[in-house]
């Protein structure tokens, strides 16, 4: 399955199967076999829930869901034994294992109409938790890059607290871009935080997102710049801005083709997709 029949592939999936474990075994199978390039391209339109799934639905859970199997490819591309947990409880998403460390991890993703994020919604303590109920070594919580907090926020402080990474889908991307992939040893990456004398300063947005790329790109021989990398992933969100964009303007078009009784059903949900277009527009990096 390629990225372009994703979002119409997971609605069939909700409307084919009632059991959620079912969903996304058959998602999981149906995405396989990973290689580098097929996941790169994955990973490229990561992290944002498309506008046509409903808020807290079968087709949004599963999405999330999906975002999880990407990271699981990930370690698994590196030759971890990888463990997807399916159900809900006390545990990661995806647990890794090699024979230096297990790290755990969870994969967040937004709506890019979704209004700033405060760190609570990336739950970090939990992760820590879980971390230490499977003592693993490690912990990494994987986001979109332009969701992340700003400069300010004290999620950069929490991560450092808590000893969970934070990495962005945009920098599994360039390590997977390098030259040098598959020699690379990550556990340099997991263990950012340990190097006090770089975190007994104020930990900043900056702060923390210039020592990640440092990290990385003293690990790997780059195909190309982190900030050429980043700049191809704003032009692409772009164009998924874009397109939810039309997607909500036609739905607005839609509704005002029902009649009154119909309509008077759904007025909140009209009157919210100006302001989700709104929000929309001022995440993107560039005027559409």
Known sequence: MDFKTLESRIIELCQTYDNF??????LQTELEPWDRNKLRTHLFNGGVIPESFDHDS???KLYAKYCDILLEAFFRLFGM????IKERGDRADVIA???KYTIVGDAKSFRLSRTALNPKDFKLAALNTWRNNDNAEYACLIGPYHDFPGERSRLY????NNNVLLISYTHI???LDSKNWKETDLKSIWEMHEDKELFDKKITGKVYWDSLEETI???ITPSQSFSDVVQLWNSNLVKI???QIKYLELTKKEFSNWNKVRLLKKVISLSRIDSKIHVIRKKLPEEL
């Open 21 to 26: 474990q079912k969903r996304i075994d058959q």
């Open 58 to 60: 079968s087709e949004e």
């Open 217 to 219: 790109s003293s690990l």
């Open 97 to 99: 294992i090699n024979n």
């Open 81 to 84: 034994k990888t463990e997807l």
């Open 157 to 160: 402080s929490e991560a450092v």
């Open 241 to 243: 801005g874009s397109l």
């Open 173 to 175: 991307y360039y390590i």
